[in-house]
């Protein structure tokens, strides 16, 4: 833990800007009418800043003003005189100012200080749906085996380590979580029972409200409301948890999401699908050419993803149900169904940090995101685990 006080920097800021149309002279605001905050001082705990300041004595005084690097960040409204800046940039110098605000529209002078974090990009970490590895699905155990092996750094976490404290974003850019399991109900309370525990789940909302960032796939994209990150009518609402069958086909992901309509949106040059295997419209019939995931042979029937026809989920329609859905949500979706030329579903969402939410949330909910083909090898493996690497890489701070 480190911890370092800072007194405040001069940095007048006067919060007006005139236009004249004669040479006359203007006077400044008076600084004893409005006068400005005091004693600004900055603590500091690994990535948190917390502000705290003496309010002057002033008629019409509403609060202060905080920028961040000049822009800004947060209005505080009197009496408080301290303010929690979480989760500041790395290796890279921070200063937050602070002006009185007052009821004429007067921002005073201001004082800054500067806050510096410096530390190297953490490692990922896996956070296993149960502690004891034999009770995981042979998805979840493909998905665990591959991550051990190509992270030499990263960390396999239990919910038990979830639940005793001390996951950070300090520690731990990014958690992925993946459940994939036959037979298992809807809803995020049917997930394995150690996994949404009270304090499994509130260790993991703090560490996206502190800006950690989560990769959910399958089953697990439905944590992203159990989190709190959205209502639980806007959880995953398309979903299968059967066995499957036999099938001759290609499953994919299509990037471009309603490209039949007036308004598509074109994500295929996004990061999470740098390098990956394109299957052409001639190779599946479909209307796009989209992302190979899983070729013929059993697939297991395990979509956990969005219908955003669904009236249940409050979104506007207007001018399309995905861009309802991504303004209720502050979300981008970046993949539906492969054959999918409408607004329908989504099945890759990126959850934007918002509100008290300052971390990131990937989920990706497609059938064919399938970790291990039953009873074939899988002949597009390759791009189901680069879309994963790309995707941590996505997140990686």
Not at 8 to 23: E, I, K, P, R, Y
Not at 232 to 246: T, W
Request: aromatic letters at 8%; a negative charge; glycine letters at 8%.
């Amino acid at each position: 833990m480190k911890t370092s006080i800072f007194k405040m920097m001069a940095l007048a800021v006067t919060g007006f800007a005139f236009a004249a149309c004669s040479d006359v002279d203007i006077p400044s605001p008076d600084t004893q009418a409005y006068p400005s905050v005091s004693n600004l001082t900055m603590t500091q705990e690994g990535r948190n800043v917390t502000l705290a300041w003496t309010l002057p004595q002033a008629e019409n005084l509403l609060g202060v003003r905080i920028d961040k690097n000049g822009t800004l960040l947060a209005n505080v409204d009197a009496p408080a005189t301290s303010y929690v800046a979480r989760h500041i940039d790395k290796n890279t110098d921070v200063f937050f100012t602070v002006k009185t605000r007052y009821a004429d529209g007067v921002q005073a002078e201001g004082q800054t200080v500067m806050a510096r974090y410096d530390g190297d990009v953490t490692p990922p970490a896996m956070l296993l749906p149960q502690a004891d590895e034999s009770t995981l699905d042979d998805d979840e155990k493909a998905a665990l085996d591959w991550f051990r092996a190509n992270y030499a750094d990263g960390v396999v976490l239990t919910p038990a380590d979830m639940a005793a404290g001390g996951v950070t974003p300090d520690k731990y850019g990014e958690i992925w979580v993946q459940v994939d399991r036959v037979g298992i109900a809807q809803g995020w309370q049917s997930l394995p029972a150690e996994l949404v525990a009270p304090e499994v789940i509130a260790a993991l909302a703090d560490y996206v409200k502190n800006g950690g960032n989560l990769l959910l796939t399958k089953h697990a994209t439905q944590l992203v409301a159990a989190i709190g990150r959205v209502s639980e009518n806007r959880a995953p609402n398309l979903f299968g948890s059967g066995e499957g069958g036999v099938g001759t086909d290609i499953w994919t992901a299509n990037a471009i999401i309603g490209s039949s309509q007036t308004e598509p949106y074109d994500h295929t040059g996004h990061q999470i699908y740098a390098g990956m295997e394109v299957a052409t419209s001639e190779q599946t019939g479909f209307g796009d050419d989209t992302y190979g995931m899983e070729g013929p042979g059993f697939r297991e029937d395990h979509n956990c993803m969005w219908d955003l026809n669904v009236a249940a989920l409050e979104i506007s329609t207007t001018p399309n149900v995905v861009k309802g859905f991504e303004e209720a949500t502050n979300s981008t979706v970046l993949a539906t169904w492969g054959h999918v030329l409408d607004y329908c579903c989504a099945g890759i969402v990126d959850f934007n940090p918002d509100g008290d939410y300052l971390g990131r949330v990937l989920a990706i909910g497609l059938n064919a995101y399938e970790w291990r083909q039953n009873d074939t090898e899988n002949v597009y493996q390759d791009n189901i685990e680069l879309l994963t690497k790309n995707c941590l890489d996505y997140l990686k701070q």
